[in-house]
Structure formats: structure tokens, C-alpha cells
Nanobody, 123 residues
Framework: QVQLVESGGGLVQAGDSLRLSCAASGRTFRGYVMSWFRQAPGKEREFVAAVMWSGGSTSYADSVKGRFTISRDGAKNTVYLQMNSLKPEDTAVYYC????????????????WGQGTQVTVSS
């Protein structure tokens, strides 16, 4: 069965960096899109970034473009989210998600989800 396990969250100050990891297992992910979403208290889950497992093309939400970088390591079956210049508004639980096919920026079409990792950015 498919498992997505996130790690790397924590408490940092504004302007700091963090790298999140998502270890994927249970199947081959060729043809899948791997995405990061985040959810702050009282808010809906929102799209952050996506990478195509095959080919490596990427997509970003406007709010993180230029600060966050998504990548994948096929040998390690791991997806990363490098987050630089963090802001207090980046505070949220970050989730890794996977679906077969194209990038979708809403949460419902994703079949597989991790348990989430908390990122807290203090001002």
C-alpha cells in the first residue's frame, strides 16, 4: 500500500529556512504528480507546489514562488520542499500528496496523503 511520510518541520524565525521531506513507498510513482499542500488553523487546505515524478516539471502557488523549491530524488523515492525566507504566514501543517496524472491545485483529486508535519514561523 502507498505510504507518504513527511518530516523536517519545526519552529523557526522569520527569514529562516527549512527543508521538508516526503518519503514515498508502496508503488512506482511514474506518471504521478507529487504535491505539497498546507493547512493553517481555521483555513482550507491550500496548494503549495507540485513536481511531476517523470520529467520533473514543477508548479508553485504565487505566494511561495521564488522562495520555495520542490524537487524529487528518484533513487530515494523522496520529494523535498526547500523553504527559504520563511514568513509567519507560512505557518501551517504541511502535507505531501500524490495523484496519477496532471497537476491539480485542489486537494480533493489527490488519492494519497501523508500525516503532515508542522511548520511554525515566529516573527
Amino acid at each position: 500500500q502507498v505510504q507518504l511520510v513527511e518530516s523536517g518541520g519545526g519552529l523557526v524565525q522569520a527569514g529562516d529556512s527549512l527543508r521538508l521531506s516526503c518519503a514515498a513507498s508502496g508503488r512506482t510513482f511514474r506518471g504521478y504528480v507529487m504535491s505539497w499542500f498546507r493547512q493553517a488553523p481555521g483555513k482550507e487546505r491550500e496548494f503549495v507546489a507540485a513536481v511531476m515524478w517523470s520529467g520533473g516539471s514543477t508548479s508553485y502557488a504565487d505566494s511561495v514562488k521564488g522562495r520555495f523549491t520542490i524537487s524529487r530524488d528518484g533513487a530515494k523515492n523522496t520529494v523535498y520542499l526547500q523553504m527559504n525566507s520563511l514568513k509567519p504566514e507560512d505557518t501551517a501543517v504541511y502535507y505531501c500528496a500524490a495523484r496519477l496524472g496532471m497537476v491539480v491545485v485542489t486537494a480533493a483529486p489527490y488519492n494519497y496523503w501523508g500525516q503532515g508535519t508542522q511548520v511554525t514561523v515566529s516573527s
